[in-house]
């Protein structure tokens, strides 16, 4: 029986990492990048624990194997993970509905990820309706970055409801959407 829940222990951490790895964009081949998407962040123990310090992550298991996640990331986080700092000082530098994002309160999908035995039955869609209905009364909206080659991630993020604000290219020559999933 699958079960839909926020991450409460060190064991559920532990699982995302385990499906993290599982899914990294520089351990898959060209065509499982193509047709199945891919994520791009590394995350160590040690961070997945300060983030859940500050908000957990919404988690989908079939009996004690985390099948599906998504990270929630705040603003705090950015001072646990000095990596984060670049992705949240741009915010001041995007606009939406005419205001910087850094002046909204916000929540940043730090990762999405659905192991591969369980896509196509509607994971995504849920695990993303757990994230909006525990977040949505503290952020007005959820925004995170696509590569804008992960065509699979792009798609489905934008079925249910994330609208592109800003495109660019960062130091590696890698083309970001960033996209917002406006709560309100």
């Given at each position: ?8 222990t060190?064991?559920d951490?532990?699982g ?6 599982k899914?990294?964009?520089?351990d ?16 160590k123990l ?22 599906a ?6 603003e ?12 949240y000082?741009?915010?001041?530098h995007i ?17 999405v ?8 039955k ?6 993303y ?6 977040f949505e009364d503290?952020?007005?909206f959820a925004?995170t ?24 290219t960062d ?8 996209v917002v999933?406006d709560?309100?």
């Amino acid at each position: 029986m699958i079960e839909i829940s926020t991450s409460r222990t060190v064991k559920d951490l532990e699982g995302i990492i385990t499906l993290q790895k599982k899914n990294l964009r520089a351990d898959l081949t060209v065509e499982e990048i193509e047709q199945q998407g891919f994520v791009t962040v590394s995350h160590k123990l040690d961070d997945l624990e300060k983030m859940h310090h500050h908000e957990p992550n919404i988690i989908a298991k079939d009996g004690e194997k985390v099948i599906a996640y998504v990270l929630g990331m705040t603003e705090q986080s950015k001072n646990d993970i000095p990596r984060l700092v670049e992705m949240y000082e741009s915010f001041d530098h995007i606009q939406y509905h005419g205001k910087s994002v850094a002046e909204y309160q916000y929540i940043v999908v730090g990762q999405v990820c659905v192991d591969k035995d369980y896509r196509g039955k509607g994971l995504f869609d849920q695990c993303y309706q757990a994230y909006k209905n525990f977040f949505e009364d503290k952020f007005e909206f959820a925004i995170t970055e696509i590569a804008t080659i992960n065509l699979r991630s792009m798609k489905a993020h934008e079925r249910i409801g994330f609208k592109t604000i800003d495109t660019y290219t960062d130091q590696m020559s890698t083309e970001w959407n960033v996209v917002v999933w406006d709560w309100r």
